[in-house]
């Protein structure tokens, strides 16, 4: 099982370097630009009214930013190998506790979404598929270019004045029921829902072409059972590759739906922290999302192997 | 029972929008439970033959004539009615085995699904009987049965949609070069696996370039150039004793004889002969 | 025109519209500021306002012109993406070439970072340099452009490393034909069309992500309007006047549509 070692190996590096620029980055960035930090900070935890001097200075040596920004940093990276991701400057909750609580309704949002993604995408798609060119076709390119055009934030306001404001069937925002999960899931699921159908679509037009699928015509199957047995697994494989390659797109999704309808994911955790200048909350945000990163390639690369024999071992191919 | 399956009478092919003739007026029969060859070079129009007799021409292409597939017309024949006969009636083995098995099915699978929708055994006993069918053809149906296309060589390949062949009920297949590309050894496993076919009381329609090939299947064969059949007959007395010059320079051309290119004046005359005798065009196969 | 053979006859009404689409737009976002009133003049005693001569599309909440805000909004995030492609293109083409000529190492290491950029979220890391920096448009235009250039990268380089191994080129390297002009004359000839589709279609996506970093709150600075920002400002008013919201909206989304329109047929007619 050499490739599944190899596969996890690039997407851990991926991973990993992702991590790291973020955190780096974000610790860079700030340090070097504007401000002082433990100022800011002061003022995040006590309000302008209340900040002075003296509180800013107790400030700066409780979390030891008197130190040299090397330090700081080298320290931070020491931490981290040890999984303590220290903890938020402004809520002083520790940085694991609040990623785990943001992640999992990250979690929930984005399988929502994936999953009415797929219920729009896959049936649009093979219908487009199997008629393509036809009007229904050309039709569906439209609408899938319109979705893909319109940003996210503007579907999620679209929704909620059509369900919220209009119809009043269901909560604009926050995130006390499952009712409070339709909205911001149906804005990311129909984004991911365009792109995704005319993957499908071509997947489905490609495998009925191929002559593998014509001779399984030949050998008397009716047609849906050639669909079945013949076309679905074959086109799966470029569909699941693409999924792979929308990671980074569906997280960019996130960040802006979660902040619309004020859903308490990694990506509103990352805005907010960034916003206030909570340096240890983005660093750590940062290193999860490169390790969501990793997942989410590793497992579409390792569904990729078990649909597709020939990636089990590439040498065999030749 | 009807002795003759498969009578072709007066069929042309042409393209569509341009009405290029591409196969003119071929008339031609096959005994059921025989070999039939049909020989040609490449471009000749045989394939095309072998396609609009499964119903599987390109769009742009039409045929007129008939195709007297054991009785009814298929010449004409909606989509629908052409999948009723594919698999039960006729079957066609495709060029290139490897394209044409599903690379992520295990082949016999790819066996065994035809025993199972076709004949309805159940699956455990459509699996046992397709590891039978590839046994039989020389391979381990415990180790190479179990392996992906991509696995298995070209030979092997071609064994499975031959065992496919053999799975299905259909009485009549069509074989399009089926040595294409294969070395002489190869070439001669394949020769006995349709062979095989035959005695299994399959009606065989190969379609070939290579006269060992025709020579070996024996039955009767026809010589196809430009589009047309020049001579028909018993293989053997169309190989040994070739009335038209085009068979003889053929004959003569093939790699056994010298590989003698066919003298010029044997394809222009025939060339000005289709061309007197109307709107014949071979342009296409010239 | 010429361009236009290379599209299927199919396809053309689509990339026509698109383009009339694209010059409406960009005609109004240069005329346009000139003959409206100043987008950032606030009048609190005529806010919500319906449209009127005055206000040809009405007033936000601080009694600024809709009308006004929505063109200086488009100019501005025309500009910006503008900017952002230009940048891109030019790192991309170049990285892609060095890339793609000398290949080894240096391949190595340009396809490792073009990997890397390519598995970071876009608006992720522009949102970190601009929240860090504090906004502004060097910030966007800069995160931007450092998330936009893999794509190009990866087709020049894979055009530069299909033309280098032509039979033609090998026997012109041997000639002693300097590498400048094998690259003027083969090379840019083949990456033009190719850069020219992608920057269409990238151009929609960077207004796409300038609109989302824009509504996040992290963009210009405040009274200088932007698409995405004005969509934010309005939406505590969405229940009164979603007009004030669909507006800037419906800029954005038809704006991005165009440049698809007029793309995608071009990069279809491209692959084959």
């Known amino acids: 099982m050499g490739e599944i070692a190899r596969i996890l190996r690039t997407h851990l590096f991926h991973g990993v370097a992702v991590g790291l620029v973020v955190a780096s980055l974000s610790f860079v960035v700030v340090n070097l630009t504007r401000g002082d930090t433990a100022l800011e900070i002061a003022i995040a935890r006590h309000g302008t009214a209340l900040t002075n001097e003296a509180l800013v200075e107790q400030i700066r040596i409780e979390e030891k930013l008197d130190q040299s920004l090397w330090i700081q940093y080298t320290r931070w990276i020491g931490h981290a190998f040890t999984f303590d991701l220290g903890r938020s400057l402004v809520s002083k909750e520790k940085v694991a506790d609040l990623l785990w609580y943001h992640f999992r309704h990250t979690l929930v949002l984005s399988v929502a979404a994936m999953l009415i993604s797929l219920v729009i995408a896959l049936p649009w798609g093979i219908f487009c598929g199997i008629f393509p060119g036809g009007s229904f076709d050309n039709i569906s390119g439209l609408v899938s270019s319109a979705l893909v055009a319109v940003p996210h934030f503007v579907t999620g306001i679209l929704l909620i004045l059509a369900l919220s404001i209009k119809l009043q069937w269901l909560p604009v925002a926050g995130f006390f029921t499952s009712r409070h999960l339709i909205l911001p899931a149906a804005t990311l699921g129909i984004g991911l829902a365009a792109f995704s159908s005319r993957v499908v679509a071509t997947a489905i037009v490609d495998v009925r072409g191929a002559l593998f699928y014509q001779f399984a015509r030949m050998k008397g199957l009716a047609e849906a059972r050639v669909l079945l047995g013949h076309g679905i697994k074959n086109a799966s494989i470029p569909v699941i590759t693409f999924i792979g390659l929308q990671t980074a797109h569906l997280l960019d999704g996130v960040v802006v739906v979660e902040t619309l309808f004020a859903w308490p994911g990694i990506g509103k955790l990352i805005l907010d922290s960034i916003l206030a200048r909570d340096i240890p909350v983005v660093q750590g945000a940062g290193l999860l999302i490169g390790l969501m990163y990793v997942a989410v390639n590793a497992s579409v690369d390792l569904i990729c192997i078990v649909l597709d024999p020939c990636r089990r071992d590439p040498e065999a191919i030749r | ?286 | ?272």
């Open chain 2, 1 to 286: 029972m009807n002795e003759i399956l498969l009578n072709i009478n007066n069929l042309s092919i042409s393209s569509m929008p341009e009405h290029k003739t591409l196969v003119g007026s071929v008339s031609f029969s096959v005994r059921r439970g025989e070999p039939f060859t049909l020989i040609g070079e490449t471009g000749c129009g045989k394939t095309l033959i072998a396609q609009a007799l499964t119903g599987v021409l390109a769009k742009d292409l039409s045929a007129t004539g008939s195709i007297e597939f054991d009785g009814p017309n298929l010449v004409g024949l909606s989509g629908k009615e052409r999948r009723k006969l594919w698999g039960r009636r006729m079957f066609l083995l495709p060029q290139e085995p490897r394209l044409a098995l599903n690379p992520t099915m295990r082949v016999i699978k790819q066996v065994s699904e035809v025993l199972r929708y076709l004949r309805g055994q159940q699956p455990k006993n459509a699996l046992k009987n397709a590891g039978t069918l590839i046994s039989d053809l020389g391979m381990s149906s415990s180790r190479d049965g179990r392996h992906y296309p991509f696995r298995l060589s070209g030979g092997m390949n071609q064994r499975i949609l031959l065992a496919i062949a053999l799975a299905t009920p259909a009485e009549f297949i069509v074989a399009d070069e089926p040595t294409k590309g294969l070395d002489a050894d190869l070439r001669d496993s394949a020769v006995r696996l349709l062979q095989n076919l035959v005695e299994q009381g399959k009606t065989l329609l190969c379609i070939t370039h290579d006269l060992a090939v025709a020579r070996d299947l024996g039955g009767n064969i026809a010589v196809m150039y430009g589009g047309y059949i020049v001579e028909s007959g018993p293989a053997e007395k169309v190989l040994d004793s070739p009335v038209h010059p085009y068979t003889q320079g053929l004959i003569k051309a093939s790699p056994e004889n010298g590989m003698e290119p066919i003298p010029e004046h044997v394809l222009s005359s025939m060339k000005t002969a289709w061309n007197s005798s109307g709107s014949r065009q071979m342009e296409a196969c010239l």
């Open chain 3, 1 to 272: 025109m010429k361009v236009m053979a290379y599209i299927p006859e199919s396809s053309r009404l689509q990339v026509a519209t698109g383009a009339f689409i694209l010059l409406s737009v960009a005609l109004l976002s240069m005329i346009g500021p000139h003959l409206t009133p100043d987008p950032s003049t606030q009048n609190l005693s005529s806010v919500f306002a319906d449209p009127s001569s005055e206000y040809l599309l009405g007033s936000d909440h601080l009694g600024r012109s809709v009308a006004a805000r929505l063109v200086r909004g488009g100019a501005n995030s025309l500009f910006n993406t503008l900017l952002c492609v230009i940048g891109s293109v030019l790192i991309g083409v170049f990285l892609g070439l060095f890339s793609g000529w000398y290949g080894g190492f240096i391949d190595a290491t340009i396809m490792r970072l073009v990997d890397i950029t390519m598995s970071f979220p876009g608006i992720l890391l522009a949102l970190l340099i601009a929240g860090l920096i504090g906004g502004g448009q060097i910030a966007v235009v800069g995160a931007l452009t450092i998330t936009g250039w893999p794509d190009y990268c990866r087709i020049t380089r894979a055009i530069t490393q299909n033309v280098k191994s032509r039979p033609y080129v090998e026997a012109g390297v041997l000639a002693g034909f300097s590498g400048r002009f094998i690259l003027r004359k083969y090379i840019f000839i083949e990456i033009l069309p190719q850069i020219a589709v992608l920057a269409t279609l990238g151009f929609g996506r960077t207004i796409l992500n300038i609109s989302s970093l824009g509504f996040l709150g992290i963009g210009l600075a405040p009274p200088e309007p932007e698409w995405g920002a004005m969509i934010a400002e309005s939406l505590p008013y969405l229940r009164q006047s979603p007009y004030l919201v669909l507006a800037p909206a419906a800029a954005v989304s038809i704006t991005v549509f165009s440049f698809l329109l007029v793309g995608q047929p071009l990069a279809r007619a491209l692959k084959k």
